[in-house]
């Protein structure tokens, strides 16, 4: 048995140092048995997240994380803790990694409003890639559910916000049409301003590329004023028309115009530049519905995101702060200190929706096993399925064991398994950079509703070695 234990201790060494890690990165049995002593078991049960809402307390911002865009677990246990936060904390609005339009319909049909028939047909607005991640089953589940909530609620209802920037034509179109119903004259105006994009036919990188390497006129004074305009008559508007609710949505979509014009310009000069005005226009974003939820004779408002944990774990954390990246959650425990928790997910294998390349179908691909020398690799050696770490308070042992830096795996929109190190992982130290985290073991796809003749045809398993 000695022997076995010490071959396979130095196969995990090697394996370790070929990702990148060290032999102290590797899960230790101290580090095991603290984990899961710490550990609380999910079973399903109603009280599964009790700890977790005794960990919330009064904090008002509750970030809730994905390891991935695609999976059917991370968005079936972010609606029972939302569904939680709700009825026993009073949360006032969902505000999740979407296109603000688009999120917006569906704030309408939760709140009893609008055309739609269903959460499906509310859900119709998420058309571009990768729409999967809104319109899948786990969401519509949810939005009937928010209607269904709201529609019996005694108090406020509660709404369903984007906090993304890459609606830029679509806000565009939603801003004319507002201003067309309260002040045709600023109408023609702004149609004057915003024609600076018409010849782009709609394509922000195209728009981006040209401008950035000064190959035509910038956009950026038309959309700065555009906006000035709107806030400036602000009283007036919401005096003419009599809806406060219909001018934030039409000044929400102006200001996403301004920050994506700049978004798109910046792409081509890098990375960190345009992650961190992406997640400086969601924080923004969070700002302002969180004052605009906020009534003068009322409690201050109590937001719910979901994003994925690239967004919402602290940055600072991580190798991608290191490297000059911000995020919404670094930002929000700036912005709001104390006021905010910060929930991480994680899974060790299994199954994922995702794309093998941008703007490509949907596939049901396998997810391999977590990295040796992993966060993955650590929390799956517990041998718990299912549960929820706390490391914001509680056990410094556990808290120690995960402040040790390791790698984290991240899968976004596009899973590539064979260059998964590179493109998948980086190093980080998950106590600081979450409160808590929800470990899944095994976990599969979620399921779009528009799922292509491609997604049915699950991915075969991979033979191993699969080369260099």
């Known amino acids: 048995d000695a022997g076995r234990q010490e071959a396979e201790q130095r196969r995990r060494q090697r394996a370790a140092a070929a990702a990148g890690c060290t032999e102290t990165a590797l899960a230790t049995p101290h580090a095991v048995a603290a984990i899961r002593a710490a ?38 246990e972010r609606a029972r803790i939302t569904r939680r936060l709700i009825e026993d904390k009073g949360f006032h609005a969902v505000a999740v990694e979407a296109d603000w339009p688009d999120a917006y319909r569906v704030n309408r049909y939760v709140r009893g409003r609008g055309a739609d028939r269903d959460a499906i047909e509310a859900l119709s607005g998420f058309q571009r890639f990768p729409n999967w991640m809104w319109r899948n089953t786990d969401v519509a589940a949810f939005v009937e559910w928010l209607r269904h909530h709201n529609a019996h609620a005694a108090g406020p209802q509660v709404g369903f916000y984007g906090l993304d920037l890459y609606s830029l034509f679509s806000s565009i179109e939603e801003v004319l049409r507002y201003l067309d119903e309260v002040d045709p004259n600023a109408a023609r105006q702004a149609r004057e301003r915003y024609a600076c994009f018409d010849h782009y036919h709609e394509d922000s990188q195209h728009y981006g590329y040209t401008a950035s390497l000064d190959m035509s006129a910038s956009c950026e004074q038309g959309v700065l004023e555009q906006l000035k305009q709107l806030q400036q008559r602000a009283a007036d508007y919401m005096y003419r028309d009599g809806d406060e609710e219909a001018f934030f949505y039409a000044e929400q979509n102006a200001r996403l115009v301004k920050n994506a014009e700049e978004y798109y310009r910046t792409m081509f000069r890098g990375r960190v530049s345009s992650w961190n005005l992406r997640d400086s226009h969601m924080a923004e974003t969070l700002d302002a519905l969180a004052r605009h939820l906020s009534k003068d004779d009322e409690p201050a408002s109590k937001i719910i995101v979901w994003e994925h944990n690239s967004h919402i774990g602290d940055a600072r954390a991580t190798e991608m702060g290191e490297m000059g990246e911000w995020n919404v959650g670094e930002l929000a425990r700036k912005e709001y200190d104390g006021q905010t928790r910060l929930i991480g997910f994680s899974t060790y294998d299994g199954f994922v929706t995702a794309a093998s390349e941008w703007d490509a179908p949907a596939e049901h691909k396998r997810v391999r096993p977590g990295m040796p020398g992993s966060y993955e690799e650590l929390l799956h050696a517990t041998g718990i399925p299912r549960f929820l770490l706390p490391l914001r308070d509680g056990n410094n042992r556990a808290r120690d064991a995960m402040l040790e830096r390791k790698l984290e795996r991240a899968i976004g929109v596009i899973y590539l398994p064979r260059t998964e190190r590179h493109s998948h992982y980086f190093a980080a130290e998950m106590a600081r950079q979450f409160d808590a985290v929800i470990h899944i073991d095994h976990t599969s796809a979620v399921q779009p509703l528009d799922p292509g003749g491609g997604w049915h045809a699950e991915e075969p398993p991979e033979t191993y070695p699969t080369g260099i």
């Open 39 to 76: 550990a609380r078991p999910l079973t399903g049960g109603k009280r599964d997240y009790d700890a977790l809402l005794d960990l919330v307390g009064d904090a008002r911002f509750v970030l809730l994380g994905e390891a991935t865009h695609g999976t059917h677990e991370f968005y079936e």
